[in-house]
């Protein structure tokens, strides 16, 4: 989504109207014809009409090979009014196609209708329907398809947004929906910054002028959150007052956090509410779950939507850095401090993530001498590098990860409680790829455009079939694995879409198969949750049953069943 202007006059018409406006328009208004800039994507519905000898009409959905395209023919001289050119369901969707007027056409697609105004000629008019929706048509004369535009629109390049100009000025309440009109009439001043959620996402809108043609119009600006706050940021003193002045209440209107989980289900919405509520706030944040789960891409996002997004953004594995370099490389040293230290010293990071974030990954890697120093600045703000006796204010936001259980951990004596309380301030965990497996496709449809530019390729379509085979998989490397997965697929496609075959799933390596049936998912479930009670309680089975809440008998049966014991005893032993 754009950030686009407009004007409305007294009488509540729109007299200016720019092109980033339109994706935030309504669409159920026969009358006004629009649609957002986009690309084709898998499963739209496309509809190509063409006037020369005859009115040909193909249907198909795009890049699903299970959907054979239906092509009608019917000779021009045969066209006539009132006539039901065709009237049939395709994929379970409504397509009917009636003639209004000599070359005018009623165009039903699903519950949406649009009028065409088509011409004898070797001219090609498309509708393209996306989600319950009719995303794009052209309307007659210039607007056409031309052949060069349907190649480019079937290689997945954009296609161009369209608007009846020439009907302004449009009535305010046939074009925007209620939500939007409601904030605008709410507006008392300039500058005044309003939020509503459209079609699903959260756009703003913002009066900038007053009577600025000298008859009474408003002038206004309108886009999604995070294309308004990247125009907000140029302007330093709106940008201030929003976020550094404490004076300044938003209550319902503060602005909420533009990062976002996609996808459904209660633990991402929960997610993303708590991102919601922590984005803005300099407080800890510690993000929990399995290696590959996305935990760097959301600090990332958290960083840059934050207040601190025009600082520098630090990335630190704990547990890539030798032992006995952790310190001075997250506190920095002083020249001489040690054989081999750089003369003029060296700051930490720390240092460079000051008016930044600074990110600790695998904070469980952390050795537990270095932990009580960690307390010590997160505690008092200030910190001394290795060998120095100048203080240093540490001012950074501070996030951390980690794929381990850390309350098992101070239980084991392996991680310092009193860190442990002091970073968990509000902890945010994400959930395995197997339990978002739901949410595939809308991963697939983030992580493949930039897999394709990265191997400098024409972008890819995923068919269903490979998407089904995917589905069915465990993905225990999670998304880091998916997306080595997408990448091997998108090397070996042919054409522009990725086959079922191209899909390589498992590791040989690892002896992971490609799928598992819900009994044996099952079972490897059961076994992770009673090893880690194992771990957590030492072997304990009291306290182990009485945790699982099973009896000690059934915990004695799983032991055995799955040689939990016997695997953690070789594991100690190896030790």
């Given amino acids: 989504m754009r950030t686009g202007y407009f004007a409305v006059n007294r009488a509540d018409r729109i007299t200016i109207l720019h092109d980033g406006v339109l994706e935030y328009a309504r669409y159920d ?7 957002g800039e986009g690309r084709l994507a898998l499963n739209d519905l496309v509809v190509f009409i063409c006037c020369e000898e005859a009115c040909t009409v193909t249907v198909y959905r795009y890049g699903n090979c299970e959907c054979k395209p239906v092509t009608k023919r019917i000779p021009i001289d045969e066209l006539e009014e009132g006539q039901t050119v065709l009237d049939f369901y395709y994929d379970n969707e409504r397509v009917a ?39 794009y048509f052209s309307c007659g004369g210039a607007d056409v398809v031309t052949d060069q535009m349907e190649d480019e ?44 959620k459209i079609h699903g996402e959260q756009i ?25 706050l990247d125009s907000l940021r140029k302007n330093v003193s709106i940008y201030n007052r929003l976020y550094f002045n404490r004076e300044f209440k938003v209550r319902q209107n503060e602005l909420s956090c533009e990062v976002r989980l996609r996808g459904s289900g209660s633990k991402i919405e929960e997610i993303n509410r708590k991102l919601d509520k922590v984005c803005h706030k300099n407080v800890t944040i510690v993000l929990t779950g399995e290696s590959g789960t996305g935990k760097t891409f959301l600090a990332r996002q958290i960083h840059r939507n934050g207040r601190r997004a025009e600082g520098p953004f630090v990335n630190v594995n704990c547990a890539a850095i030798a032992y006995n370099l952790i310190e001075s490389e997250l506190f920095g040293y002083e020249e001489g401090a040690f054989t081999g230290a750089r003369r003029g010293g060296k700051e930490g990071y720390f240092e460079a993530a000051k008016g930044g974030t600074l990110f600790l990954d695998e904070i469980s890697e952390m050795p537990i001498t270095l932990q009580g120093k960690l307390l010590e600045v997160l505690q008092e703000g200030t910190f001394y590098r290795v060998g120095g006796t100048k203080k240093i204010r540490a001012d950074i936001r501070l996030i951390v990860a980690t794929n381990r259980n850390l309350e098992a951990m101070v ?41 394709c530019t990265n191997l400098e390729i024409e972008p890819l379509i995923l068919t269903q079939a490979a998407l089904a085979k995917m589905r069915k998989y465990h993905w225990p490397g999670n998304i880091r694995e998916l997306e080595n997965v ?26 992971n198969a490609e799928e598992q049936n819900l009994k044996e998912r099952l ?14 309680f030492d072997g304990d089975r009291k306290e182990m049953a009485a945790f699982l809440g099973i009896s000690k008998t059934n915990l004695f049966e799983k032991i055995h069943k799955y040689g939990i014991e016997e695997e953690t005893l070789c594991i100690s032993q190896k030790k």
């Fill in 29 to 35: 208004q026969e009358t006004i014809r629009w649609h």
């Fill in 153 to 196: 629109i079937m290689k997945g390049q954009s296609f161009p947004a369209y608007v009846d100009k020439h009907q302004l000025p449009i009535p305010l309440a046939d074009f925007f929906p209620e939500k939007i009109i409601e904030e605008l009439r709410s507006m008392k001043k300039s500058e005044e910054l309003r939020y509503a």
């Fill in 486 to 511: 997408l990448e091997k697929a998108a090397v070996m496609a042919d054409g522009q879409l990725i086959r079922e075959e191209d899909v390589v799933l498992g590791n040989p390596l690892l002896g």
């Fill in 411 to 451: 239980k084991e004596g392996k991680f310092r409680e009193d860190l442990y309380y002091r970073i968990c301030v509000f902890p945010i965990h994400l959930p395995p790829l197997r339990e978002r497996l739901a949410d595939l496709y809308n991963i697939i449809e983030d992580a493949l455009p930039q897999i």
């Fill in 204 to 228: 703003a809108v913002r009066l900038i002028q007053e009577d600025f043609d000298g008859q009474g119009s408003s002038l206004y600006m309108i886009g999604d959150e995070e294309a308004f």
């Fill in 523 to 536: 079972n490897e479930y059961e076994k992770k949750i009673i090893k880690e009670a194992y771990e957590l």
């Fill in 97 to 135: 196609i009636r003639v209004k007027d000599q070359f005018l056409f009623d165009v039903f697609v699903g519950r949406q209708k649009v009028m065409l105004q088509l011409s004898q000629g070797k001219k090609k008019y498309l509708v393209i329907q996306k989600n319950d929706e009719i995303r």
